[in-house]
Every structure is written in structure tokens, then in C-alpha cells.
């Protein structure tokens, strides 16, 4: 193969940019900041000194519009995002970066709520109700009807440790308490047909919820392998 300078080559070796906040918690398989998760390449690019529960201050998004430029600029062939919440962001810099951009999990919402009745709902699981609002879901779900309920990790010992930074996770106890909080969600509301995990801290217990709830579970990384595969499509029958 021929590689020239300034051409970008295959998407095939072509990785998926993922924008990240500037935090010391510990990404375990399954989360996106970690390469590991991904059977595809991925390159990162931190934001420093946003706070994203601050999303009108202007240089918040002049920050992640420059993350993305760079991204860009190092030939990704899409762009994610590392937390929920940035999809504060989403509109901003799908508009001004020249590839796709997909920064929360909860752009999946419309697109989840369409695969069911009306009267069913999404169970949202989010890192806390202090930060995840009703306008964010709005901002997802875009004048689209969905019907959700939220839960959250709030006072869960383990996840509160492990996102106050103290460099610190102890995976099993912080599973044992995602399963909790899904088993409570699922048994208290049985309209809720599937969960989505807002937050990019909780996909490495997606199998564990699974187990759990018996129901469907969607997060960031369903949504970027979704992405991923539109973009890397292979011939029907290879196997490789």
C-alpha cells in the first residue's frame, strides 16, 4: 500500500475520534475512553477546563469545536463523544465539522421509542439526576415523543467513589450496584421495554443488566459500533 501525504486512506484504517472531558476515573473495558473497548481504531482528544453542566459558557463549545478540528484534522471519519451529557454540544458541531457526529447515547432515544408502542418506555440510567435535565432529553429527542423514566446512581458508594476522581474503581461493587439500580427500574415500571445507560461510566455492566433485566441495553458504544459498521461494511458471508 502507498500512503501520500494529505490523503486520507480507507475508513477501514481510518479511526473514530472520540472527544473527552478532562477527568482522573478509571475507564475498564466497555467505556469509550478506553481503546480496548473497540475491535476498530479510535484516537482521543480532551477538552480542559469545561465544565459540560455549564453548557452556555462560550468557551465551553469554542473548546470542543476546536477538539473536533483536530480530530478532524488527524483523519477521523467520525466523531463520538465521552459523556451523555455533551449532547449539549451535538447540533453545534454537526454543523460545523465536515464529518458525522454523534456526541451522547441518548441520540438513540427517538430511534429506540420508534421500535415500540406508544404507551411503552425507555428506562434511562444516568450518573446522576443532578445532572441529566429534561432540556437534554428534549435536545435528544427533538420534538419526537418519548416516553422515559430515570434512575439514577446518586448514593451508590462505589460509582460515587469511583466519579469523584480519586483515580479509584472497584468494578465488582460498582456492578452490583448498576445491576440494583436497573433491577429497581425494570421491577417498578414494567412499561419499560429497554435501557439505555446515559452515562459512559456504566457500559462495562451492560451484560450484567442485561442478565439482569432480560431487556434490551443500549449506550455509547452500541452507538458508535452502529456507526462504525455504516461506515466499514463488508461483503454478505465474509466472515473475517
Known amino acids: ?14 479511526p473514530i475520534g472520540i472527544i473527552t472531558l478532562d477527568e482522573n476515573i478509571p475507564c475498564p473495558p466497555g467505556t469509550p ?12 482528544e480532551t477538552v480542559r477546563g469545561v465544565d459540560i453542566l455549564e453548557p452556555e459558557n462560550p468557551d465551553g463549545l469554542k ?12 483523519g477521523v471519519f467520525a466523531i463520538a463523544g465521552n459523556c451523555g451529557l455533551m449532547i449539549v454540544y451535538q447540533d453545534q458541531l454537526a454543523a460545523a465539522l465536515p464529518v458525522p457526529v454523534f456526541l451522547s447515547s441518548l441520540l438513540q432515544l427517538p430511534f429506540i421509542a420508534r421500535m415500540y408502542s406508544p404507551e411503552s418506555a425507555i428506562g434511562i440510567i444516568a450518573s446522576s439526576r443532578n445532572s ?8 435528544a429527542s427533538q420534538g419526537t415523543t418519548t416516553k422515559t423514566v430515570v434512575a439514577s446512581m446518586d448514593g451508590r458508594k462505589h460509582f460515587c467513589e469511583a466519579v469523584r476522581e480519586h483515580g479509584v474503581l ?14 429497581e427500574l425494570a421491577t417498578q415500571n414494567p412499561d419499560v421495554r ?5 452515562c459512559v461510566d456504566l457500559p462495562p455492566y451492560a ?19 452502529h456507526v462504525h459498521s455504516s461506515f466499514v461494511r463488508k461483503p454478505f458471508g465474509d466472515t473475517n
Do not use: W
Open 207 to 225: 451484560t450484567a443488566v442485561q442478565e439482569a433485566v432480560g431487556l434490551p441495553v443500549f449506550d455509547i458504544t452500541t452507538l458508535i459500533s
Open 33 to 44: 475512553g478506553n481503546p480496548a473497548t473497540f475491535s476498530h481504531p479510535v484516537c482521543y
Open 63 to 74: 473548546s470542543f469545536l476546536a477538539a473536533g478540528r483536530t480530530l478532524v484534522e488527524k
Open 132 to 139: 441529566l435535565k429534561a432540556d437534554h432529553l428534549r435536545l
Open 1 to 14: 500500500m502507498i500512503y501520500r501525504a494529505g490523503n486520507l486512506q480507507s475508513n477501514h484504517q481510518r
Open 170 to 183: 472497584n468494578f465488582e461493587g460498582v456492578q452490583a450496584e448498576v445491576v440494583a439500580v436497573a433491577l
Open 194 to 198: 429497554s435501557i439505555l445507560l446515559e
